[in-house]
């Protein structure tokens, strides 16, 4: 069950400390979903540059990003 909560909790960014925030956007017809803040760094070198499909996903990415 622990994976269930930390694919809902974001941590803080590892660079500014700030709290970030989940983006979603649409191309086409498909949603996307990635993590930023206010350093601007989306996802760092994990970048896919599209985002993730599934909203857990991009949680699951930035929480464990290596600083
Ligand atoms: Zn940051």
Known sequence: ????????VLLPCP?????PELVE????QRKYYA???RC??????????Q?????EDAI???NQREV
């Open 1 to 8: 069950m622990t994976e269930e909560v930390n694919a809902k």
């Open 15 to 19: 660079f500014c400390g700030d709290k």
């Open 25 to 28: 956007w649409e191309v086409g």
């Open 35 to 37: 993590v930023r803040c």
């Open 40 to 49: 601007d760094v989306m996802m760092g070198e994990l970048s896919t540059a």
């Open 51 to 55: 985002g993730w499909a599934k909203k």
């Open 60 to 62: 699951k990415v930035w």
